[in-house]
């Protein structure tokens, strides 16, 4: 380091570079400085960066359901197989017997329902013969 014209310290870097480094970070040049913090870091946490770019760039896991949770939750299912939209009650007393969140549960009906049920109109008559709300005939 020396002194500069304006009486701060710059190093042998600032001068050759004009206080720039070689290194740009999105296309603006790194300053000497930057650039020895950036370096100091790296070798005190580098190995704690890498590990959490790691886990990071790991691929998350599919969320599936607990196996319980589902085998309740398929139990409902073919119980209710004609008309399987859960009332509030029943979502609330599902998600109290699997330990899911109401949304989980909600989420899990709407699955299911575009992947395994075919709405009939003998299911609606009947759904309406026992007085369902018209709130589940809408489509999901």
Known sequence: MCADDNGGMSSSD???SGG???EVHGNV????????????????????????KLEFSKKK???KLPREARQ???EWWNVHIKW???????KISLAELTGLDQKQINNWFINQRKRHWKKSSE???LAIM???????????
């Open 61 to 63: 896991k599919k969320g």
């Open 72 to 74: 309740t939750l398929l």
């Open 123 to 125: 299911n609606v008559q």
């Open 29 to 52: 040049p790194m300053r000497g400085e930057d650039q020895e913090l950036k370096d100091r870091l790296l070798e005190k946490y580098g190995s704690q960066i890498t590990s959490l």
């Open 20 to 22: 720039e480094t070689e």
């Open 130 to 140: 026992n007085g369902y709300s018209a709130q589940f005939f809408s489509n999901d």
């Open 14 to 16: 600032d001068e050759v």
């Open 84 to 90: 399987p939209y859960p009332t509030e009650a029943d």
